[in-house]
Each structure stands twice: as structure tokens, then as C-alpha cells.
């Protein structure tokens, strides 16, 4: 899933640094079920109600459109289910693993409200915006590991200066992940910045092969990277720490110079998403046959899923992890949040791989 075609632009906000802390403002939730608990507490909780609680989704069913309103909570569920997989994770790992994934989606949630405003509805279900498909679409018992992860982190999401932030994330990091302005440009908010990520055994390596007149065609199909009547070379030529090609010259007839992400974009749109995986790349030519031999899956920026899920499985807890992937991001609760009404929402959202 992508969205690095959105992100261009400049990041709204200003750096500060703040820490990773005030945990204690995890409301202990009701693990079962999507209805509130009963109040039986004496005092009442002095959490005012988020002013955004329900959420317009574009869902498709037998290849028609149809805008569903849900409850943000079960939308949540719904979002954690069908961005990860909990399957085949050890009962404690799962449990981190779908603790984070709800922060993000409500986080995403939040932060891009109105981002579908002029079709009529908030957010569409696929990787545009985020996936969501009904829980019924899964089985029981990951709905209620999700609908357990919903109701512990209820209302709670990544803030930076008092605003959800931009949670991206992606598939793979392959080590590393990057800036935000490096990918896409534009200022880094200081809780997408680079951090490695050195998890073992978990980064995969990846190749794509194919011939230079395949090659000349694609790039011939987008005005940023024209070459002309033939291609010769594809050179890095600036790299940013994490190892991502952030700047590529393309040597033909003609030589555009292009930020690596837009030739990944370029390439993945004329051979799919699952070829030129990342720009964390090196690109070799052997006679008639260009090759593309990387790591990692995604556009690099935020939360790296297999790291996220390897450090879960190796005993972290989801607010450790993602205080590593968006180092300077709070987690708060929606309800002490002053949060501005829908609007035309942001760039950049989910973001797999
Ligand atoms: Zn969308
Ligand atoms: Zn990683």
C-alpha cells in the first residue's frame, strides 16, 4: 500500500522535540465486546468526548460503492484487521502488535478526516486512505484480539504539538528509515526522521530484472523520467542515510534527474508494486538487462512493519515501539485534544507497504 504520490509537499508542522510519555492515560478498556462497559466507577471520568466520533467510509461491495458511517472505535477494529496480520504471532506479540496498529488507525483516523470531503464521505477503504473491511470479514478470534486492542487503547493517538501526527508507515524499512522531506520534500516534522532499525533477519532482500527496451518503454510513459530512443545507465547519485537513492540520473537520449521515489513510482506503475519494492536500491546493467537488487518494501518513512512486529515478538511493548519509529510523538487522548473540524485532510496516510 502507498501513498508516497500524495506526500509531496511541505510538512504543516513546526519541530520541538517532546518525549514519549504519559502512558498512564491508557483507559483500561473492556477486552470483549464494542460496547462501553457499564459505569460503575463512583466518580465520573472527566474525559470530555472526542468532537469526532464517527467516521464516513467508501466501502465497496460486489464492485459498488456505498458510504458507510461507523463509529470511530469500529472502524478501528476494522482498520486493525485488515492492516495487519495477527496470525501465527505468539499470544503477547499479537496483542502489542494490534495495540499499535490501533493508535495508528485511530491516529489516521483523526488526522484525515474530510479527506474524501468533496466526494462525501471521509475516507475510503482502501490503501489510498487506510484498508478497511468489516470485521465480520475475519475470524472470531481476531476480531476480539482486535476489539480487545480498540477498547485498551480507546481514544488514544500519536499528537505532536497537540495534533495527531501523520503516522505513516510501510512494509519493509530494509534497515532503515528515512526523513520524510528526503522521500518527498518539504520540511521533516521531527517524528518521521530517520532512525535505524536493526532487527534481525527480518529485511528482506528483493531483485527485479528486466530487459532496457521494457525499461525505455515505462520510463518513456512519464514526462519526469522521458530518456528518449534508448536508455544506457541508471546511476545513483545521492543517497540519503538510510540508503535510499534519493536522487537518480537516468542516462539515455535524454538524462532526466529524478528524486528516487519518482522512479519508483514510474516503474511500479508499469510493472506493479511488487518489482522496484523500495528505493533503497542498486541498479546494475548486464548487456541487454537492466537489474534493480534491493531491500526492504515501502516508501521508508514512519513505522516499518516487519521491524514493528519483530520487536513485538522479541518482547517490546507497542508504546516502546512506537516511541522508536516516531521518536518526539505523544500518545494523548482524543478527548483532551483540541482538534479542528473536518477539513480537506492531509497528504499522507497509511502507507504500506
Ligand atoms: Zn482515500
Ligand atoms: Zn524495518
Redesign the pocket.
Known amino acids: 500500500m502507498n501513498c508516497a504520490a500524495d506526500a509531496t509537499g511541505s510538512w504543516r508542522r513546526k519541530a520541538l522535540a517532546l518525549s514519549l510519555g504519559g502512558l498512564a492515560l491508557l483507559a483500561a478498556g473492556c477486552a470483549s465486546g464494542t460496547t462501553p462497559p457499564p459505569r460503575v466507577a463512583p466518580t465520573p471520568r472527566p474525559t470530555p468526548a472526542p468532537p469526532d466520533r464517527v467516521v464516513r467510509v467508501q466501502v465497496t461491495e460486489n464492485g459498488r460503492h456505498r458510504i458507510v458511517v461507523r463509529d470511530l472505535e469500529d472502524y478501528v477494529v476494522g482498520s486493525i484487521l485488515s492492516e495487519t496480520a495477527l496470525a501465527g504471532l505468539p499470544a503477547v506479540a499479537a496483542t502489542h502488535v494490534a495495540r499499535l496498529q490501533a493508535v495508528l488507525a485511530r491516529t489516521y483516523a483523526v488526522a484525515n478526516l474530510g ?2 470531503a468533496r466526494e462525501g464521505f471521509d ?2 477503504s ?1 490503501t ?2 487506510q484498508v478497511y473491511r468489516p470485521p465480520d470479514a475475519y475470524p472470531e478470534r481476531f476480531r476480539s484480539m482486535a476489539r480487545a486492542a480498540a477498547a485498551e487503547t480507546r481514544g488514544v493517538i500519536l499528537a505532536y504539538e497537540g495534533r495527531p501526527i501523520q503516522a505513516l508507515f510501510h512494509s519493509d524499512c530494509g534497515g532503515h528509515t528515512s526523513d520524510a522531506g528526503i522521500v518527498w520534500g518539504g520540511v521533516t516534522p521531527p517524528y518521521l526522521l530517520a532512525v535505524p532499525d536493526p532487527v534481525e533477519a527480518t529485511h528482506r532482500p528483493w531483485q527485479f530484472d528486466l530487459s532496457a527496451e521494457q525499461l525505455r518503454e515505462a520510463l518513456n510513459g512519464d514526462a519526469r523520467t522521458r530518456v528518449g530512443n534508448r536508455v544506457d545507465r541508471i546511476d545513483v547519485v545521492e543517497r540519503d542515510v538510510a540508503g535510499r537513492a534519493t536522487r537518480v540520473v537516468i542516462d539515455g537520449e535524454r538524462a532526466p534527474m529524478v528524486r528516487g521515489e519518482e522512479l519508483r513510482a514510474v516503474l511500479t506503475a508499469a510493472f506493479g508494486a511488487r518489482t522496484v519494492k523500495s528505493t533503497r536500491f542498486d541498479v546494475r546493467r548486464d548487456g541487454n538487462r537492466f537489474s534493480f537488487v534491493g531491500t526492504g518494501f515501502g516508501h521508508g518513512v514512519g513505522l516499518c512493519q516487519v521491524g514493528a512486529i519483530a520487536r513485538a515478538r522479541r518482547g517490546e511493548s507497542f508504546v516502546a515501539i512506537l516511541g522508536h519509529y516516531y521518536a518526539g510523538a505523544r500518545l494523548e487522548h482524543l478527548g483532551r485534544l483540541r482538534l479542528t473540524s473536518r477539513g480537506p485532510g492531509a497528504r499522507a496516510g497509511s502507507a504500506t507497504p
Open positions: 479527506r474524501h475516507l475510503c482502501e489510498h486512505c
